[in-house]
């Protein structure tokens, strides 16, 4: 698959629970994120191409939450290193100003240093 990624993923330290907005369904973990996408690892693939809701469960010490709201579009889905599970590309169509700011805040809070 082709990079077409402007910003650098950081992966994480943190793997917030993510969730179908409307049916209340954990969907999978957070596996890096960045203000524009993120990466989910589940135990089902996932359709691509499809945009719903989804709700990210953050913790105090990242913000007031417990979620952060947003609409995304799924644009990859892969088989995982582990042969039981997949991973998905999300790119974030739709957030909160507010939202997004506490993406920002995960991934200074909770990812792996570059350096």
């Known amino acids: 698959m082709k990079e077409?990624?402007?910003t650098k993923r950081r992966h994480l330290l943190y793997y917030g629970r993510?969730?179908?907005e409307n049916i209340q369904k954990l969907l999978g973990y957070l596996v890096?994120?960045?203000?524009?996408?993120?990466m989910l690892l589940s135990e089902e693939p996932y359709p691509v191409?499809?945009?719903q809701r989804l709700k990210l469960e953050v913790t105090e010490d990242v913000?007031?939450?417990p979620y952060i709201n947003f609409s995304v579009r799924s644009i990859w889905c892969e088989p995982d290193i582990d042969?039981?599970?997949f991973?998905?590309?999300f790119e974030i169509e739709e957030i909160e100003p507010a939202d997004r700011e506490l993406i920002s805040i995960?991934?200074?809070k909770y990812g792996f240093r570059d350096n």
Do not use: A, K, L
Request: charged content about 30%; aromatic content about 8%; proline content about 4%.
């Open 106 to 108: 995960i991934v200074e």
């Open 63 to 65: 913000g007031q939450g």
């Open 32 to 38: 890096d994120i960045t203000e524009r996408g993120f």
């Open 83 to 85: 042969p039981s599970h």
């Open 49 to 51: 191409g499809v945009t």
């Open 4 to 6: 077409r990624r402007r």
């Open 18 to 20: 993510v969730y179908d």
């Open 87 to 89: 991973d998905t590309g």
